[in-house]
């Protein structure tokens, strides 16, 4: 039996970005931010129809571990999504757009919250199906091994979709095939309205990859420089040609599963705990304000860029037209 590789587990980031890169990573995870804020008022005035899952809290997931993206690699995730678009560089006017069913939008009004594509920024989904994602993220990695382009997939799921077999078989097809896939367990304490402890026989999730041969890590999903430095690491692993990594990101959703979730299983002083005590935005304000990277007339200004960019995204989300009633015939396969 193969040795079991070592399950790694970053006690901080280090220094593992210049300030000015730290700057970019508060500018992101603020975008986010603002923008999910927006998108919630939007779905509460019945702009955007059909799910719609916010990221809020979970910010410096998807913007530690997209800094150490390449041109060319893949990312797909489930159906809370938004955040990863926009740590894609996709549009935000475009992601807006899609989710108020515009023909502007990224899946031409089609596809919503849950469901939009950018080929050119190697965004494959947004994917409804709780961990349909993750074959799909195997495959991609499967394609850049086959083509020989360097690339990698980075395939983020969460806590309540590691318990699905499809996972699994996933798991043994990459470590079989040294696939460069990074497997992301955004571990935010609950899968739907159900925490961890009642519905995971086994809440550490980073072990689940060892069955597999594969290298595990556990890394605080709520400190962007410490995503960072498990995602430098990880990445050059894989990019060496070692396999896969399965890293769980332990990370915290502020609001409630969809904009239907009251969130009503939890207690009022547990979310006012990690707002308070772990915010990643707040978190990472006060490392730059320490080294002097960026004072508070900077940071105003920055949030107010924030804003200005959300709002006109939401302007052009509303004043875009629907799409054409021929659009129904488009884009779908006949047998």
Known sequence: MAKEKPIKKPSSGGNVAKPEELVKFYRDMLLIRRFEERAGQLYGMGLIGGFCHLYIGQEAVVVGLQSVAKPGDSIVTSYRDHGHMLACDMDPKGVMAELTGRATGYSKGKGGSMHMFSREKGFYGG?????????????????????????????????????????????????LWHLPVLYVIENNKYAMGTSVARGSASTDFVHRGEPYNMKCMSVDGMDVQAVRAAGLEAAEYIRAGNGPVLMEVHTYRYRGHSMSDPAKYRTKEELQKMRTEHDPIDRLRAVLLDMKAIDEDGFKAMDKEIKDIV?????????????????????????
């Open 127 to 175: 994917h409804g199906i709780v961990a349909a994602q993750v074959p799909i993220g195997t495959g991609l990695a499967f394609a850049h091994k086959y083509k020989k382009d360097g690339g990698m997939s980075f395939t983020y799921f969460g806590d309540g979709a590691a318990n699905q077999g499809q996972v699994y078989e996933s798991f043994n097809m990459a470590s």
């Open 311 to 335: 709002l006109e995204a939401a302007e052009f989300s509303q004043t875009s037209p629907e799409p054409d009633p021929s659009e129904l015939w488009t884009d779908i396969l006949v047998a």
